[in-house]
């Protein structure tokens, strides 16, 4: 949520004369994204994102990133595209950092979502798992179960300053998870981070899904998980199952899960709690002094990981057992 | 720099619905606007900004200030100009804020500014300061020579702390303001804070003045004399005599300061550096933990306000004197 890095004009239209994409004619910080600077850009051409990458987001990775942008969005999801330079690159370097032009997806993020919005996220879900089949590049995902015990680490020592017992809390449930944690289900492309404001709306209508800075290779079925978190709970962190359901059940209007996916997803919903849990924390703890970006409270994920705990199986999250007539 | 308030799309939808600008197709935070949370629309007609007012602007003060953009619009000074509902309120209520829709201006405020930019500057003021001749409203500046002793008081005791003896000479110069400041040039209409983050062009035009929230009635030198603080010092802090030159030399092609606003040019222009001084001194002092925003730095005004306590006279500022030939 802040500029980290400002460009000079004169800087950012010497970087833009190597795109056809007309000449400058604004540019604004955007105050969206806590990992990158972003900018708004309007040219001759229209309007433009401008992404520099700052140093939480592995060079190495962006390929991945961007080529994982466009493979999705020449399979029909609707995502920001890289723009390329005359000479064919979609990465070059600006004020001394990676950068990037994607093209602009009008659209809002629905900052009170209803069971239309969780509908409309379970089918997109399900279609870019599809579509992630083909794609030929891999990243394993450095947030998934055997990330979580080296951030446990870093926080435990201070966690009960959070909330006393938090310590004893995340260790027994992290246990836990590692023991149980399935290595056997369907595995693919993931966006392993849509949360509502990595969805653009037109009203009820999906316009677009962005910010793939967390994409990775993983159970399809987590990415799932996450989403449960992310969307089906209300404000006052209470379930909300009828959003869980319309979730659920748009997604598996196009792909279906599979029994063991089904039998697995409680125990994936608490891993996904588990991991926004950890690296909130991580953060909470670390605010550097004059930290223009404000942590978000890891409490939060703890009460939704008590929810989790005591989820007796799918038909909790709204879906009809197998074999069972809904 | 930061976004202080967020919005709901749904209530941002039903405040626009007032205003015949269209449908709501996207909207962005803008990471500018130290005192305001400022939103960047896309409607169905055009691009809008969107202003909510937090508290450090007085609701009183706010028609003031939309009145005046609209005056100076309609007196062919390009700066934004504030939108009217169907029932022609340019002021309403978002998110428990005041808050007003005002057009967009093509244009980047330029990071490196140089001399055409400069006299782009002289001249603009100058207009603005006539076009300001015949606004009927008032608002005192809270932030003139009577405004500074209080800002002293509350910094003087910790001002040491941010280099040793500054609160020696700052109450030294703070005497020596007072005792001499002018009370008869001529007044008018001042922007009061117009640095480059405040000024766009399109290469080296101007496209428009912006951020009109300081604006206020007071000496129009004293104005001359901000912008020569703002404009034309090098970033190692060099005052740049070259700068000065083109940008009074502008100002007095449409405005010819008077042989008291020559004389007392100096003086204000140690005034303004204290303004500016004082004022990001005391926010140094008072960052709040967690601040979204990182404070100015004050030293660089006790660097200006050095060197103009330097000058013997308008010459050192590159103008010819009165009498002589140029």
């Known amino acids: 949520m802040a500029v980290y890095t400002d ?3 004169e800087e950012l239209a010497e970087f833009l004369s190597r795109y056809d994409i007309g000449e400058l004619l604004s540019y604004k910080g955007i105050a969206e994204g806590v990992e990158n600077s972003n900018f708004l850009l309007h040219t001759g051409k229209g309007h433009f994102f401008l992404t ?3 140093k939480r987001v592995a060079k190495g990775d962006l390929p991945f990133f961007l080529g994982l942008m466009a493979h999705l969005a020449a399979h029909g999801i609707r995502c920001p595209q890289p723009v390329a330079t005359r000479a064919g690159d979609v990465l070059g370097t600006l004020a001394g950092r990676p950068a990037a032009i994607i093209d602009f997806l009008e659209g809002m993020w629905p900052r009170r979502p209803n069971v239309a919005h969780c509908a409309a996220i379970g089918e997109a879900l399900a279609r870019l798992h599809l579509a992630g089949g083909d794609f030929a590049m891999t990243r394993p995902n450095a947030l998934s179960v055997a990330g979580w015990r080296p951030l446990f680490d870093v926080a435990a020592s201070r966690a009960d300053q959070v909330q006393p017992g938090l310590r004893e809390f995340l260790g027994a449930e992290l246990d836990h998870l590692e023991a149980g944690w399935p290595q056997d289900l369907p595995r693919g492309i993931i966006h392993a981070d849509l949360f509502p404001d990595n969805a653009l709306f037109l009203g009820e209508k999906l316009s677009g ?4 800075y967390f994409a990775c290779n993983d159970l399809l079925a987590y990415d799932v998980a996450i989403c449960l978190n992310a969307w089906c709970f209300e ?7 009828t959003k869980a359901r ?6 598996e209007r196009v792909r279906k899960l599979s029994e063991g996916e089904r039998q697995a997803l409680p125990l994936l919903a608490r891993g996904a709690a588990m991991r926004f849990l950890l690296t909130r924390l991580v953060d909470w703890l670390n605010v550097p002094p004059g930290a223009l970006v404000k942590p978000k409270d890891p409490l939060e994920y703890v009460r939704k990981l008590r929810f989790h705990q005591g989820v007796k199986g799918v038909g909790d999250y709204g879906l009809a ?3 069972h007539v809904a």
Chains 1, 2 share one sequence.
Do not use: K, P, R, T
């Not at 319309?246 to 997604?251: I, K, T, V």
């Open 7 to 9: 460009v000079a004009a």
């Open 52 to 54: 520099l990458y700052e």
């Open 209 to 212: 899904l962005i910010d793939f």
């Open 321 to 323: 057992m197998s074999g």
């Open 235 to 241: 404000i006052d962190h209470a379930f909300n199952v």
């Open 246 to 251: 319309a979730f659920l059940g748009a997604y």
